[in-house]
């Protein structure tokens, strides 16, 4: 399963420079559990799983500008 940007932004694994990333690859995740936060426009948006698995692969690096749509994790349903 992909999880889709939805919305414009800067993409960040952390909540901070400084701390640890909210997922890596191979973590078990649930449903509802932060995997990272785009920020657009200065506002800091969480992004949440929708469905429990692991994460197979993180499709973006620390940083980078995503658009609409765009897949930015696997997830592979339990």
Not at 58 to 76: A, R
Request: glycine letters at 8%.
């Amino acid at each position: 399963m992909e999880v889709r940007a939805p919305i414009v932004g800067t993409f960040y694994r952390a909540p901070a420079p400084d701390a640890p990333p909210y997922v890596e690859e191979g973590d078990r995740v649930e449903k509802g559990q932060v995997l990272c936060i785009i920020e657009a426009m200065k506002l800091m948006n969480e992004i949440e799983s929708e469905v429990s698995g692991i994460v197979k692969k993180i499709l973006v690096k620390n940083g980078e500008p995503v658009e609409y749509g765009q897949p930015l994790f696997l997830i592979q349903p339990l």
